[in-house]
C-alpha cells in the first residue's frame, strides 16, 4: 500500500518536473501562500525554514542525524546521549552548543503549545558535547520524537526576535507576508532560493488566482479539491495521509459512559464524509494511525452500525450536546452538520456550535497533523496531540507491531477519540518552480526547491 | 540526421536474452515461494497457540504489495504447517474463524491473524521481509549500455572510483562528511560484500566552511600517489602505505582537473564552475557543471555544459555549440569502447531530480549529438556521472527513494 503511494507520487514529480534540465540555479524569491499561520505548531511552514530539529525523520521511519550527529540509549532507554554537530551556528553568530539545546528543549518542556502533551523526559542537560536526557520511564523512540518540529531547537537573539541554525532566516513581516532570507552559513548547505516570501491567511481562491497569474509560486490544495485542481490542470504534489479527522468525545455528564460512547462512535458514517464532502480523497479509517505505517489499521473497524448504536444508548434522552469544529472552514462545518445528522439518526440530541465559537463541545471535530513516520513515534505523537502520553504503558519492544495494536485499541476502546479519515496533504506548483519535494509529512521542502531561469 | 553505423544484431545474444529471460521467468517464483517457508511456518505455529487443535475456517486477503500469484503457494505452505499443529483448514462448520491478512507497513510486510471464536477475536502478528524485485535491463538499437552494481550506500555517494596499488585493488567511496575504502573479497554474507568489497577504512573529511546544499565531489587518480578527491573548498589525498591508506584533508580553493591538461575553479557558494579555466583557451567561458577531453579528428576538443543548459565544445580555439542536446542532463563522462567512432558521451537524461532517470550514449558527429543507445531507464534519479578509471566506463551514482539509498553503478558500452 505504501509503496503504491509513494510510486503514485513520484509518477507526479515525474510528470510535474519532465521540463527540467540542469542542476538547480541559486538565486530568486520563492513565493508561497497558506491558509494558516507560518509559525504554527506543528507544521507552520516558516517555523522548518528557520528551526532544526536534533534529529529529521526517514520515510521509512528511522531518526536520521541533524544538529545530532549520533545518539546512545542507556539505563534501558531511561538515559540518551545526544552528540552535537560541531561547528553549527545560528543565524546570529552563536555557536551551537549542547548547553544552547539544552536550554531550547528546557523552554519548549516549560511552555508547552496547545494541543501538546509534555515532554517525554524529566531532565536534560548539556554535558561537554553532548546532551542528556533523563526519564523516568523508559523512551525507546526519543530519537524519532526529536524529529518533531516541537523540539526544534530556537534561542532569542539580542534584539529578542527567534532565531535557529536553519537555511533561512526571518528578515521582516508586512502586509500579511513573512519574508525570509538564505542563510548562507547554513550547516546544512546554503538553499537555492535567495528569498522565500510566506504570504499568510490567504484563502484558498485567492491563492489559486494569485498561481494563475504568476503572483504565487506555490499554493495550497485542500483534499477536497484535488478533483478540481486536476480539472484545471494545475501541477499538483500530494502527499501520503498526513492529517487524521477526528470526533473526539469528552467523557463528562451524559457522555461518562462508556456505551453511550460507544453510541456516538458507531453512529458516524464515515463513508458519507469521504465520499462526500473530502471528495473520495484521503482513506476511511478507525485507527489512530494510517495503515502504511502500521500494517494493522484494518483491524479497528471503520464500519457505521446504527442499530448497534441505537441498542447501546438504550433509548436515553439527554438534553442537547454541542458538537463543534476546531478549524473554521467551511468544509470543517460541512462535516461538522454531516456527523450531527449521523448522531440524531441514533437519538442523540445534538446542535451545531456556531462557526468561530471560541466555546469547547462535548463533541469537538479535529483535524489532527502526524509528523512521525515510524508507527511507535507515530503512536507517542497522536496520543501527545490529544492530551496523553503512552510513556507510562511503553513496553521497549520497540517495533512490535502486535504490542503497539494492543496499546491502541486500549486508547481506542476507552471511545474518546473516535479516528475518521486520514487525508492528504497538497500543493498546487507554478511553472518556475524546480526540484520541490514534500518532505513526510507532507509540508513543501522550499529549503531543496529552486526557481528556473534564477541566476 | 546522420546515423552511425553498427554491426547489425546476432541471432545467438537474442537466444542468450531469451534463456536469461526465461530463467528469471521460471526460477525467480521459486525462490520468492521458497522466503515463504519460514514466515508462514512461524505464523502457523502463533495461530495454533491462540486457536488450538481442530478444525478452523481460513481466509487469506492480501493487502500487501506481494504479487496475487503468489498467494496461493503461501496458502499451501500455512496449511500444510497448520495441519502439523492440529489445526485442520477447510471445516465449513468450524465455529473457529483464521482470517489472515498479508498487509504491509513502512518496514516491510506484516503478516495478521484473526481468531475469531464467536464474539471474541484474538490477534496476532509477523513482520515479514517481502524481498526485493528484479529491475528490467534496457538495451539499444545499436549499442547497448551495460550497468554493474558495485555497492550500495545509505548515505550519499558523491564518486567511487577502483585504484589500484600493486596487487591490491581498493574502491575509494566519496561521501559528503568522509571517505571509505573498500578491498576486494573472494566471500561475502553482506550485500556490499557479494559484490566483492569489503569495507576496509574510514577517514573524516574536515572542512570548515559548509558545504553546499546539491555537493558535487570527484575522485582524480594522482600521479605521486593514490588519488586526490576534490569538494566545494576542500580537498583530500589519499596515499598509499603498504597495507593501509593514509588520506589527509583540508580546505583547499585549488581548481579541480577538468581534463589532462586543463583545471577549472569551482564556485563553492554555486556548485559550478566559475569558467575560468587555468591555463585556459584564450576565451571567455560561461559558468559550467562539467567539463570532458574529447578526442576530435582535429586533435584533442573539450566538451562541456554550461549552467544555462547547453553544450559547447571547445576545439580548435574555438567555443562552438553543440546540437542535439536538448535531452541533456547536467552529468556525463565521455567514455572509450570498441563500438562506433570509440568514443561516446555518456549522459544522464533531463528528467526529475526525485524519480526515473535514465543514461544514453551519444556520439559527437561534427557539432551534432547523435544518440548511439537506447535510453537505458534509471528507477531512481542519476546525481552523478564521472568517467571511471581506465576511461572504459564510467561511474554512475544513482539515488533511490524507496527505501532512501545510493547505488554506484559501473556503465559501459557494448558492441551489438
Known amino acids: 500500500m505504501f509503496r503504491r503511494s509513494v510510486i503514485s507520487a513520484l509518477l507526479v514529480c515525474l510528470t510535474l518536473f519532465a521540463a527540467a534540465r540542469t542542476r538547480p540555479h541559486y538565486g530568486g524569491t520563492l513565493r508561497i501562500e497558506t491558509q494558516g499561520d507560518p509559525w504554527q505548531m506543528p507544521d507552520g511552514i516558516a517555523r522548518r525554514l528557520v528551526l532544526d530539529t536534533l534529529t529529521t525523520a526517514a520515510d521509512t521511519g528511522e531518526a536520521r542525524p541533524s ?48 494541543g501538546m502533551g509534555a515532554c517525554p523526559w524529566r531532565t536534560v542537560r548539556g554535558v561537554g558535547s553532548s546532551v542528556v536526557f533523563v526519564s523516568d520511564v523508559p523512551v525507546p523512540d526519543l530519537p524519532e520524537l526529536l524529529a518533531q518540529t516541537e523540539f526544534a531547537i530556537a534561542r532569542q537573539d539580542a534584539t529578542g526576535a527567534v532565531v535557529g541554525t536553519g537555511p533561512f532566516r526571518v528578515t521582516g513581516y508586512a502586509n500579511g507576508a513573512l519574508t525570509l532570507a538564505e542563510n548562507d552559513d547554513c550547516w546544512s548547505g546554503r538553499p537555492f532560493a535567495d528569498v522565500v516570501e510566506v504570504r499568510t491567511r490567504r484563502a484558498v481562491r485567492d491563492q489559486w488566482l494569485d498561481l494563475s497569474v504568476g503572483k504565487a509560486d506555490i499554493v495550497e490544495v485542500p483534499p477536497e479539491l484535488l478533483r478540481q485542481a486536476e480539472q484545471q490542470h494545475l501541477s499538483v504534489l500530494q502527499s501520503r495521509p498526513v492529517d487524521l479527522l477526528v470526533l473526539t468525545i469528552a467523557p463528562n455528564g451524559w457522555l461518562a459512559s462508556r456505551e453511550i460512547r460507544q453510541s456516538a462512535a458507531m453512529a458516524v458514517d464515515r463513508t458519507a464524509l469521504y465520499n462526500v464532502i473530502f471528495q473520495k480523497q484521503g482513506e476511511v479509517t478507525g485507527s489512530l494511525l494510517p495503515q502504511e505505517l502500521s500494517g494493522y489499521a484494518f483491524l479497528f473497524s471503520p464500519d457505521r452500525d446504527l442499530d448497534r448504536a441505537r441498542a447501546l444508548r438504550g433509548g436515553a434522552s439527554p438534553s442537547s450536546l454541542m458538537l463543534g469544529a476546531e478549524d473554521t472552514t467551511s468544509t470543517m462545518q460541512l462535516a461538522t452538520e454531516r456527523l450531527a445528522l449521523n448522531l440524531r439518526e441514533a437519538g442523540f440530541n445534538v446542535q451545531v456550535a456556531q462557526s468561530g465559537s471560541r466555546q469547547t463541545s462535548a463533541l469537538m471535530l479535529r483535524r489532527v497533523h502526524l509528523e512521525a513516520t515510524g508507527a511507535e513515534a507515530a503512536l507517542d505523537e497522536m496520543l501527545s496531540r490529544f492530551g496523553q502520553n503512552r510513556a507510562g504503558s511503553m513496553t521497549g519492544t520497540g517495533t512490535d507491531a502486535a504490542a503497539l495494536w494492543q496499546e491502541e485499541r486500549g486508547v481506542l476502546d476507552n471511545e474518546t477519540i473516535v479516528p475518521l479519515l486520514w487525508l492528504p496533504r497538497a500543493w498546487a506548483v507554478g511553472e518556475r518552480v524546480r526540484d520541490l519535494r514534500l518532505l513526510s509529512d507532507g509540508e513543501p521542502d522550499l529549503s531543496d526547491a529552486s526557481l528556473e531561469g534564477a541566476k | 540526421m546522420k546515423s552511425a553505423r553498427y554491426n547489425p544484431p546476432q541471432r545467438m545474444m537474442d537466444k542468450r536474452c531469451l534463456a536469461v529471460a526465461l530463467l528469471l521467468v521460471f526460477l525467480f517464483p521459486t525462490a520468492r515461494a521458497a522466503n515463504w517457508e519460514q514466515p508462514a511456518g512461524e505464523l502457523a505455529k502463533q495461530i495454533a497457540a491462540l486457536a488450538g487443535p481442530g478444525p478452523v475456517r481460513l481466509t487469506i486477503r492480501n493487502d500487501s504489495s506481494l504479487a496475487a500469484s503468489e498467494i496461493p503457494a503461501i496458502r499451501r505452505l500455512l496449511e500444510r504447517d497448520l495441519r502439523g499443529f492440529g489445526v485442520v483448514t477447510g471445516g465449513s462448520e468450524s465455529a473457529t474463524l483464521i482470517r489472515i491478512t498479508l498487509s504491509e507497513n513502512l518496514q516491510g510486510g506484516l503478516w495478521v491473524a484473526e481468531v475469531v471464536e464467536g464474539t471474541e477475536t484474538r490477534v496476532t502478528m509477523l513482520p515479514v521481509s517481502l524481498g526485493s524485485t528484479v529491475s ?5 538499437p545499436s549499442l547497448t549500455l551495460r550497468r554493474t552494481l558495485m555497492i550500495t550506500e545509505i548515505d550519499p555517494v558523491l564518486d567511487a572510483q577502483i585504484f589500484s596499488a600493486g596487487n591490491v585493488q581498493r574502491l575509494v567511496v566519496l561521501e559528503p562528511e568522509q571517505i571509505v575504502t573498500y578491498t576486494r573479497s573472494a566471500v561475502g554474507t553482506s550485500f556490499v560484500e557479494e559484490a566483492g568489497w569489503v569495507e576496509d577504512q574510514r577517514f573524516a573529511i574536515t572542512h570548515t566552511r559548509p558545504f553546499p546544499r546539491d555537493i558535487r565531489g570527484e575522485l582524480v ?57 587555468a591555463p585556459g583557451f584564450g576565451m571567455e567561458i560561461a559558468p559550467f557543471y562539467q567539463a570532458s577531453d574529447i578526442p576530435r579528428p582535429t586533435g584533442a576538443g573539450m566538451l562541456l555544459n554550461t549552467v544555462d543548459g547547453r553544450v559547447m565544445l571547445i576545439e580548435n580555439s574555438t567555443l562552438k555549440p553543440v546540437s542535439g542536446a536538448n535531452d541533456w542532463g547536467s552529468d556525463f563522462a565521455v567514455v572509450r569502447s570498441e563500438c562506433g567512432s570509440g568514443v561516446q558521451v555518456l549522459v544522464s537524461g533531463s528528467g526529475a531530480a526525485t524519480a526515473a532517470d535514465s543514461l544514453r550514449a551519444y556520439e559527437i558527429v561534427g557539432r551534432e549529438a547523435i544518440a548511439v543507445s537506447a535510453p537505458l531507464s534509471v528507477d531512481g534519479a542519476v546525481t552523478a556521472v564521472h568517467a571511471a578509471s581506465g576511461g572504459t566506463g564510467a561511474t554512475v551514482i544513482v539515488r533511490k527513494d524507496a527505501p532512501p539509498r545510493y547505488e554506484v553503478w559501473n556503465v559501459s558500452a557494448l558492441c551489438n
Open chain 1, 67 to 114: 544538529l545530532a550527529v549520533r545518539w546512545e540509549s542507556q539505563n534501558a532507554a531511561h538515559r540518551w546521549e545526544f552528540w552535537i554537530r560541531a561547528g553549527v551556528h545560528f543565524q546570529d553568530g552563536e555557536a551551537l552548543t549542547s548547553d544552547t539545546v539544552a536550554a531550547a528543549l528546557t523552554d519548549v518542556c516549560s511552555r508547552p503549545s496547545p
Open chain 2, 136 to 140: 528490467p535491463a534496457g538495451g539499444g
Open chain 2, 221 to 277: 587518480a594522482a600521479q605521486d600517489h593514490l588519488f586526490d578527491a576534490y569538494l566545494p573548498g576542500a580537498m583530500c589525498s589519499g596515499t598509499n602505505t603498504g597495507a593501509q591508506v593514509a588520506v589527509v584533508c583540508g580546505d583547499s580553493d585549488d581548481p579541480w582537473p577538468v581534463g589532462l591538461t586543463q583545471r577549472a575553479f569551482y564556485n563553492s557558494m554555486r556548485d559550478s564552475f566559475t569558467g575560468v579555466l
